[in-house]
């Protein structure tokens, strides 16, 4: 698969904050997915996204799809603690199989 | 609607045996998945299908095997287990196209956490 590098790898959030990660690719993909996962869980899709530059929200969870298509982000607004978790990105090109980046790992900020 | 599970959850394996993990959906989803995730490297597929009676090799298939006698069924088989293949092992599903409703999103199970020894 084509590798989707992903960052922040990790993050320290405080109760109300914004925060933001992004993934990016060497290749063009026609869809963008962002995936959350709690311990112990599988990965819980949390936003699609099918156009360049589509902006698409979730709640306080905000992705776009990057205009070159080769980078996507997602924000997360006044954060809260059932934040925390993996967050994954995910990409497809011309096929159905996705490609995931490495994940950023949330944390609460003691 | 249970949506992908994954049985079992757990399993300690020793060195040679072998197993087989069993996946099921219920959203009539034409393609199946298994993953492998390892400590900071995402998800790698192993094999995939795309098809009742199809399979096909992912990334990281060396060791596995996999069949779909039916629809809903995604078997995941290691013949001769090794330490290397202590990692947890997700199932996804999803629609073939756009035109089916959520098209290539895909929907993962609970995992099944696997340690060779």
């Known amino acids: 698969g084509q590798q989707l590098n992903q960052s922040p790898q990790s993050m320290f959030i405080q109760e109300g904050e914004d925060v933001s990660m992004n993934c990016t690719s060497s290749?063009?993909?026609?869809?963008w997915l962002w995936y959350k996962q709690d311990p112990g869980e599988g990965p819980v899709l949390l936003i699609a996204?099918?156009?360049?530059?589509e902006l698409t929200s979730n709640g306080r969870l905000t992705a776009q799809f990057g205009i070159t298509r080769k980078d996507s982000f997602l924000n997360i607004s006044a954060s809260i603690p059932s934040d925390v978790g993996i967050y994954f990105c995910?990409?497809?090109?011309?096929?159905?199989?996705?490609?995931f980046g490495a994940g950023t790992t949330v944390t609460v900020r003691a | 609607n249970a949506g992908v599970t994954q049985t079992p959850k757990f399993r300690v394996l020793k060195t040679g045996q072998s197993m087989t993990l069993l996946c099921a959906q219920d959203?009539?989803?034409?393609?199946m998945y298994w993953y492998r995730q390892d400590p900071g490297m995402g998800l790698r597929l192993i094999h995939y299908?795309?098809?009742?009676?199809?399979?096909a090799k992912g990334e990281v298939p060396d060791g596995y095997n996999v069949s779909r006698l039916k629809k809903q069924n995604f078997l995941l088989g290691l013949e001769s287990a090794a330490p290397s293949q202590t990692s947890v092992y997700f199932c996804?599903?999803?629609?073939?196209?756009?035109?089916?409703?959520?098209?290539?999103?895909?929907?993962f199970g609970p995992g099944t956490r696997l340690t060779v020894t």
């Open positions: 996804a599903s999803s629609y073939s196209s756009r035109s089916s409703g959520s098209s290539y999103e895909q929907y």
């Open positions: 290749s063009i993909f026609n869809t």
């Open positions: 996204l099918y156009k360049a530059g």
């Open positions: 995910a990409g497809r090109s011309y096929d159905y199989k996705l490609s």
């Open positions: 959203m009539n989803h034409e393609y």
């Open positions: 299908s795309v098809g009742e009676g199809t399979t």
